[in-house]
């Protein structure tokens, strides 16, 4: 039986907290050569520029009952 090599991959992500997390994880299971990092802050003015980003923040976040 032979072993198959690790999968070879880059990370595109933003600087978020989560995605420090999720970039640790893929290194343990992946080859990971590399980790492209765009600012939160940049990567939210270029979706809204596209009119692709929705702001919940002004939502309430209060769940009906049931």
Do not use: C, N
Not at 18 to 45: C, D, I, K, N, W
């Amino acid at each position: 039986m032979s072993v198959q090599p690790r999968l070879k991959i880059v990370f595109l992500s933003s600087d978020d907290a989560h995605q420090r997390y999720l970039a640790a994880q893929l290194h343990r299971r992946f080859t990971l050569r590399g980790v492209v990092v765009e600012p939160a802050r940049s990567q939210r003015r270029r979706i809204a520029a596209r009119g692709k980003y929705l702001d919940w923040s002004h939502v309430d976040q209060a769940v009906p009952d049931r």
